[in-house]
């Protein structure tokens, strides 16, 4: 199943951006779910993740600046960025936190931070 993330655009550096992804309803609960980003040139990274019970867990660069949420009734996802860094320019994906070879990917969107 891709997932497709939307909420990206241009800001500029210090500004705040709201990424949504909304995940088909099967079994969304049960699964902890994670923001990826893929810059020019560079692997795909592990952003921020959140479990069933919501607990969360972030890549250093992002700690205090976003805030991954999850509302399981409308099995969305959400990240919360602010403070945002011309090196927070990337596409950015959802997806579970848990990959396997089989998993797909999505479009994902552009955040674009300008200095």
């Known amino acids: 199943v891709q997932l497709q993330a939307s909420g990206g655009g241009l800001v500029q550096a210090g500004g705040s951006l709201r990424l949504s992804c909304v995940a088909p309803p099967d079994h969304f609960s049960i699964y902890a779910w994670a923001w990826y980003r893929q810059a020019p040139g560079k692997q795909r990274e592990l952003v921020a993740g959140?479990?069933?019970?919501?607990?969360?867990t972030y890549r250093d660069p992002v700690k205090g600046r976003f805030t991954i949420s999850r509302d399981d009734p409308r099995n969305a996802v959400y990240l919360q960025m602010n403070l945002l860094k011309p090196e927070d320019t990337a596409v950015y994906f959802c997806?579970?936190?848990?990959?396997?070879?089989?998993?797909?990917w999505g479009q994902g969107t552009q955040v674009t931070v300008s200095s």
């Open positions: 959140i479990g069933r019970g919501g607990e969360t």
């Open positions: 997806n579970r936190f848990i990959l396997t070879p089989s998993t797909s």
